[in-house]
């Protein structure tokens, strides 16, 4: 797999998604220049996973996947502004400037918050095309973001009485990580009208990248380079957070890295040739240093 190159990849999308992305910040009201503020610096991960699978399942239009694309964005920087939040993780820095809250205070960000999620899904049925799978999209996505994903997963990070096991850990990995990781992948190959087939394997294959996500984004927090002002590395072993890191040392995190990556790997090579990006962009992820 190394005659690609995926940084000059990546690179080209997220141009691509942040051009578009511009598109759907009118100055309209005051809220929408905060909410732009939080997009602003992103790596757009989920929006290129859309991008992706779409394009390899045969999809043309552009111009039908970049509104859910950016709707993908909107809701990760939602999650992120509420996660920052001083009754959540109490962070005063993202994406290399102040956090939501510290740039307009606790109410401000929450509205932004809210905004951007409610946005996403204006994005997600623009258009009077695709309508059915529009509509599968949006019941997918409010699956992986709601109650039965990121909003549990969130729940279950802050609860003080988790118990410091692999259990507890992979509830937290799966729900606020895995499943919207997997449901980007899986956003694509809807609005590309893939077989059911295909979609439960990018489906599987998704969330074990998405496992891997968050095993190295723990590994980075405290021996790599993603390391953003406001943040000490160890912090979250210091803290007593469950991490992947504290659970199992830097070591014992890597080796179950490499595991999900593999796995990741095994299913999107069930696809064939034309889903090969996605294998590409799960060694990135494995072996990535930001």
Partial sequence: MSDVDIVAYLKENKALVDSALKEFFPETNPLFPMMRYSIEGGKRIRPILAITVYQAAGGKDLTAILPIACGLELIHTYSLIHDDLPCMDNDDFRRGKASSHRKYGEAPAILAGDGLFAYAFELFTLGNTLANEKCLIVQAVSEAVGPK????????????????????????????????????????????????AVQDTLKTGGLYMGMLFQYTDDILDVVGEKKTLGKTPG?????????????????????????????????FKKLGSDFSLLCHLTSFI????F
């Fill in 149 to 196: 994903g990121v909003v549990y997963g969130q729940l279950m990070d802050i609860d003080e009485e988790k118990r410091m096991e692999p259990c507890s850990l992979r509830t937290i990995h799966v729900h606020k990580t895995a499943k919207f990781i997997a449901v980007s992948v899986l956003a694509g190959a809807i609005l590309a009208k893939v077989s059911k």
């Fill in 235 to 267: 912090k979250d072993s210091v803290a007593g957070k469950l991490t992947a890191s504290a659970l199992y040392g830097i070591d014992g995190a890597r080796f179950r890295a490499k595991r999900y990556a593999d796995h990741a790997i095994a299913q």
């Fill in 286 to 289: 494995l072996n990535r240093t």
